[in-house]
């Protein structure tokens, strides 16, 4: 009986191997040619060369059709198509095999590119295909930086700096004084130092929860991608005073400001001649009237008399 078993079993190992390789065939065959890429991410320097490689392993090569097709969403449009380029890719592309070679890349040519091969065979057609990410890297504009020219101690003052060009998106570091501000050192989304701000690299701001007159200086920011060159905008100066000083500057000012205006009023009145004006209008009228109302009354009054 054991050795009737063992026997059967040394049958069905092969015969089962036999079906895996077989299936496995089919499955070759289903998806047809292989396509491949050395490399599935490209990364390219903006008006440099970028190239996007694809091979594959159709027998035919006179015979083979090779595609390329780039992926925007939901939207595909053709790049490489019977056997030349299309749209924009016209004059700047060359294909070399089933690889294209874009000699002057922009930074809308970034995104997905999609590999297209199909042969015929004795089963009909063929076909396989691989995708490319191509990521052109752009170096780090000029940032724009906001700081309040002033503001009162105590105060919650955020200082933010962007730029909108790099990629990858740079990284932002404040200067006050000519001196990096050091990064704040956080745990999780817990600041864990006794820095009086909080510096996010990422996002560019310098947050002051309670800005102390020692926070006043000039300021300026640098952005940062390791693209080109470090950008930085221009210096800022920030007064931090306290809430009595700058409460007083404003209250004189305003004051300044309203006597000043009373003043302009006044004598532009007077220049336009506005007050005498509305005098001897007044003066007719009043000569008028009770003047007809004198000579109705003498007259009323002589009647009577
Ligand atoms: C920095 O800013 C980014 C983007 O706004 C945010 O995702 C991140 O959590 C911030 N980091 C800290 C430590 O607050």
């Not at 059967?8 to 089962?16: I, M, V």
Request: proline share 4%.
């Amino acid at each position: 009986m054991a050795r009737r078993n063992g026997g059967a079993l040394l049958l069905l190992l092969p015969a089962f191997l036999l079906g895996l390789l077989c299936s496995h065939l089919g499955y070759y065959k289903a998806y047809g040619i292989t396509v491949e890429t050395d490399n599935k991410l490209v990364k390219a320097r903006e008006f440099e060369g970028a190239y996007l490689n694809c091979k594959h392993n159709a027998k035919k090569q006179s015979d083979t059709r090779v595609e390329w097709k780039k992926i925007s969403g939901k939207d595909v449009s053709f790049v490489y198509f019977q056997g030349s380029f299309i749209g924009n890719f016209k004059g700047r592309a060359e294909i070399r095999h089933s690889s294209i070679q874009i000699k002057n890349v922009t930074r809308k040519d970034s995104g997905k590119y999609r590999c297209e091969i199909s042969t015929p065979s004795e089963h009909g057609q063929e076909a396989g295909e691989t995708e490319i990410t191509l990521l052109v890297l752009v170096p780090s504009a000029v940032p724009v930086c906001e700081v309040p020219i002033s503001a009162m101690s105590g105060t919650v003052v955020e200082l933010r700096c962007k730029e909108n060009e790099g990629v990858p998106a740079s990284k932002y570091r404040w200067y006050r004084n000519n001196f990096p501000l050091s990064e704040s050192l956080m745990l999780g989304n817990v600041k864990k130092d006794r820095l009086p701000y909080a510096m996010n690299t990422t996002s560019g701001t310098l947050l002051f929860n309670h800005v102390s007159k020692n926070d006043t200086g000039e300021y300026y920011c640098e952005a940062d991608n390791e693209i080109g060159q470090p950008q930085k905008c221009p210096v800022k100066r920030m007064q931090v005073d306290d809430l009595n000083v700058s409460g007083i500057i404003a209250a004189v000012v305003i004051v300044a400001l309203i006597i000043a205006s009373c003043g302009l009023g006044v004598y532009y009145a007077q220049k336009k001649g506005y007050f005498s004006k509305k005098k001897s209008s007044s003066r007719n009228s009043s000569k008028y009237k009770p003047g007809g109302n004198e000579k109705d009354f003498k007259h009323t009054k002589s009647f009577i008399i």
